[in-house]
């Protein structure tokens, strides 16, 4: 059973103390307090906010909501046992899926028992005197630890545009990233949805299917890969699970988390006919491995630009109407330099007679009105409003936890002008202090669970160390930091991810938002690496005591 919070004023009550304090209860908090509590013997907790564990996959709960890494791999690593037992149903699992499978796991290693629940983080403090994090919760509840660990995942913080007349619509409006948890019926109904990155791209064709009308206000046009999802298959099971080590020896080696290779051949090395087979049949595989179709479609911009006409005249394939489709066609970016969403039917959901798209590049929103959403041309009636308007990505969840380090300073304030972390595991004046995924990490350029886990495991031996050496704090320098920043910079500008200028990854959709690229794009294999060496040297970079 887990741990409920009392929801009673406690704001006089002493602290409950614990060895270490974790924030959230998804892939990352859940492994973080298996290897804390059952491998260093720590007393651990982990607060969240939500009623029940999942983390992003509690919250994230629109129509269509599923992963993008394919199932088999989208999962713990750490347990083989847990592999063994577990079969996934589909290709691409929905968010209920998603969520039993965690609790499967929460109950296969009994950790429920040490999750607090209904318990939301108002402000975490850093005691210099002590060494000593002391969180308050919305309660009014105190916590105090040692070692504070945010696991409150890259994609949590809603991002919910300010528009005006919001407060005057008649209808309903939602968010996608705070769905609620009875659904919504759209049957009858004239939907908007606003947004068209991955989410607006899974919600759009299941939102067509039901309602009386969809209409789809689009900012930016996307590429998208069909996903080909489909049930695992009987043979699939029995291959993952005879193949368990290679597939995630293959994981670790690779650029993005993925157990397969990226082709060793340039898309401009090849011929004209030879390429377009090869993306043929990468685009009838679907899902995220048509960027190994070639090693530089994310390094050259000629060779980005064969794959990025290559989906252009799939679009104008699938879509019936040449000025539609023309509308859905990308131009901006290249594929892959935001991120590169997988579908199902999204392009092909233009097809139906129920569904209107907008450009609010050409046609920008005025005002939502009391009836529905006015742009410069004209005002669209509508029952619901869907917002896919993402998150505030990375850097959102840290910030909101509002955090006082060492000596007073905020996290808030010390990220102004962007994030600065030493491997995005801790950042300066923030002792004791370590981020799961943070920014500064590969993230959300990665297949999740990996990532996690290699970051976890990174996190359980540098507390193992220090307790074995009696050291009670540790912090990174700021010269490392500055140095770590650089290279963070360095390794996107040898891509070209930064080129997108309305990306996520830039924090291009929130506005008044720093334009700073946030995760680390050299690769999984190279900054596990990386982190390795600096265990090894005991600690580089960093100032324990």
Same mark, same amino acid.
């Given at each position: 059973? #887990?741990?409920?919070?009392?929801?009673?004023?406690?704001?006089?009550?002493?602290?409950?103390?614990?060895?270490?304090?974790?924030?959230?209860?998804?892939?990352?908090?859940?492994?973080?307090?298996?290897?804390?509590?059952?491998?260093? *013997?720590?007393?651990?907790?982990?607060?969240?906010?939500?009623?029940?564990?999942?983390? $992003?996959?509690?919250?994230?709960?629109?129509?269509?909501? /599923?992963?993008?890494?394919?199932?088999?791999?989208?999962?713990?690593?750490?347990?083989?046992?847990?592999?063994?037992?577990? =079969?996934? =149903?589909?290709?691409?699992?929905?968010?209920?899926?998603?969520?039993?499978?965690?609790?499967?796991?929460?109950?296969?290693?009994?950790?429920?028992?040490?999750?607090?629940?209904? $318990?939301?983080?108002? =402000?975490?403090?850093?005691?210099?005197?002590?060494?000593?994090?002391?969180?308050?919760?919305? +309660?009014?509840?105190?916590?105090?630890?040692? &070692?504070?660990?945010?696991?409150?995942?890259?994609?949590?913080?809603?991002?919910?545009?300010?528009?005006?007349?919001?407060?005057?619509?008649?209808?309903?409006?939602?968010?996608?990233?705070?769905?609620?948890?009875?659904?919504?019926?759209?049957? *009858?109904?004239?939907?908007?949805?606003?947004?068209?990155?991955?989410?607006?791209?899974?919600?759009? @064709?299941?939102?067509?299917? !039901?309602?009386?009308?969809?209409?789809? &206000?689009?900012?930016?046009?996307?590429?998208?890969?069909?996903?080909?999802?489909?049930?695992?298959?009987?043979?699939?099971? /029995?291959?993952?699970? !005879?193949?368990?080590?290679?597939?995630?020896?293959?994981?670790?080696?690779?650029?993005?988390?993925?157990?397969?290779?990226?082709?060793?051949?340039?898309?401009?090395?090849?011929?004209?006919?030879?390429?377009?087979?090869?993306?043929?049949?990468?685009?009838?595989?679907?899902?995220?491995? &048509?960027?190994?179709?070639?090693?530089?479609?994310?390094?050259?911009?000629?060779?980005?630009?064969?794959?990025?006409?290559?989906?252009? +005249?799939?679009?104008?394939?699938?879509?019936?109407?040449?000025?539609?489709?023309?509308?859905?066609?990308?131009?901006?970016?290249?594929?892959?330099?935001?991120?590169? @969403?997988?579908?199902?039917?999204?392009?092909?959901?233009?097809?139906?007679?129920?569904?209107?798209?907008?450009?609010?590049?050409?046609?920008?929103?005025?005002?939502?009105?009391?009836?529905?959403?006015?742009?410069?041309?004209?005002?669209? !009636?509508?029952?619901?409003?869907?917002?896919?308007?993402?998150?505030?990505?990375?850097?959102?969840?840290?910030?909101?936890?509002?955090?006082?380090?060492?000596?007073?300073?905020?996290?808030?304030?010390?990220?102004?002008?962007? @994030?600065?972390?030493?491997?995005?595991?801790?950042?300066?004046?923030? @002792?004791?202090? &370590?981020?799961?995924?943070?920014?500064?990490?590969? %993230?959300?350029?990665?297949?999740?669970?990996?990532?996690?886990?290699?970051?976890?495991?990174?996190?359980?031996?540098?507390?193992?160390?220090?307790?074995?050496?009696?050291?009670?704090?540790?912090?990174?320098?700021?010269?490392?930091?500055?140095?770590?920043?650089?290279?963070?910079?360095?390794?996107?500008? #040898?891509?070209?991810?930064?080129?997108?200028?309305? %990306?996520?990854?830039?924090?291009?959709?929130?506005?008044?938002?720093?334009?700073?690229?946030?995760?680390?794009?050299?690769?999984?294999?190279?900054?596990?690496?990386?982190?390795?060496?600096?265990?090894?040297?005991?600690?580089?970079?960093?100032?324990?005591?």
């Amino acid at each position: 059973m #887990a741990i409920k919070e009392s929801t009673a004023s406690a704001v006089n009550a002493a602290p409950r103390q614990f060895d270490a304090i974790i924030i959230g209860a998804g892939f990352s908090g859940l492994y973080q307090l298996h290897k804390l509590r059952d491998d260093l *013997g720590l007393n651990a907790v982990v607060l969240e906010k939500a009623d029940g564990i999942g983390g $992003t996959w509690y919250w994230n709960r629109y129509p269509g909501a /599923r992963c993008d890494s394919e199932s088999y791999y989208y999962c713990y690593s750490f347990n083989k046992e847990i592999e063994q037992e577990w =079969s996934w =149903s589909e290709r691409y699992p929905e968010h209920p899926e998603i969520r039993k499978y965690l609790n499967f796991v929460a109950d296969k290693l009994d950790l429920k028992r040490n999750v607090s629940l209904n $318990t939301e983080v108002t =402000s975490a403090t850093f005691d210099d005197a002590e060494n000593i994090w002391t969180v308050q919760t919305r +309660s009014g509840e105190i916590f105090s630890a040692p &070692f504070l660990i945010t696991a409150v995942g890259c994609l949590s913080t809603a991002n919910i545009p300010k528009m005006k007349g919001l407060e005057t619509f008649e209808g309903q409006w939602y968010h996608t990233g705070l769905w609620p948890h009875e659904g919504v019926n759209f049957a *009858g109904k004239r939907v908007g949805q606003i947004g068209t990155g991955s989410t607006g791209i899974q919600a759009a @064709p299941v939102i067509a299917e !039901e309602a009386k009308h969809l209409t789809v &206000f689009q900012r930016t046009a996307n590429y998208s890969i069909p996903a080909r999802n489909g049930p695992v298959t009987t043979e699939d099971v /029995r291959h993952t699970r !005879e193949n368990y080590d290679e597939i995630w020896r293959l994981a670790r080696a690779g650029t993005n988390g993925h157990p397969f290779t990226i082709s060793a051949q340039s898309a401009l090395s090849v011929s004209d006919a030879e390429r377009q087979d090869i993306y043929e049949k990468a685009w009838e595989r679907g899902g995220l491995r &048509f960027r190994a179709s070639f090693s530089d479609v994310l390094q050259n911009a000629d060779a980005n630009l064969t794959a990025s006409n290559f989906l252009r +005249s799939k679009i104008k394939e699938v879509v019936k109407d040449p000025a539609i489709a023309e509308m859905l066609t990308p131009y901006d970016h290249g594929f892959a330099t935001k991120r590169p @969403p997988i579908d199902s039917g999204y392009f092909e959901a233009f097809n139906r007679d129920n569904v209107l798209l907008v450009d609010i590049k050409a046609e920008p929103i005025v005002e939502i009105t009391p009836r529905g959403i006015r742009t410069a041309k004209r005002e669209y !009636e509508l029952d619901i409003i869907v917002f896919a308007t993402g998150f505030d990505a990375l850097t959102g969840p840290l910030v909101n936890l509002n955090i006082c380090g060492s000596n007073g300073a905020k996290l808030k304030d010390e990220w102004s002008a962007g @994030p600065r972390t030493y491997l995005g595991l801790q950042s300066p004046k923030f @002792p004791n202090l &370590f981020t799961i995924t943070g920014p500064g990490s590969p %993230s959300v350029l990665c297949n999740m669970p990996i990532a996690i886990e290699q970051h976890v495991n990174w996190i359980t031996d540098c507390i193992r160390a220090m307790r074995a050496n009696g050291q009670k704090r540790i912090e990174a320098d700021v010269d490392s930091t500055e140095k770590w920043v650089a290279h963070v910079n360095e390794a996107a500008d #040898a891509t070209l991810l930064p080129m997108a200028s309305s %990306s996520w990854y830039l924090g291009a959709n929130v506005p008044g938002k720093p334009r700073v690229f946030m995760p680390y794009a050299g690769g999984f294999a190279r900054y596990a690496a990386i982190c390795d060496d600096v265990a090894q040297s005991g600690y580089r970079g960093f100032s324990l005591s």
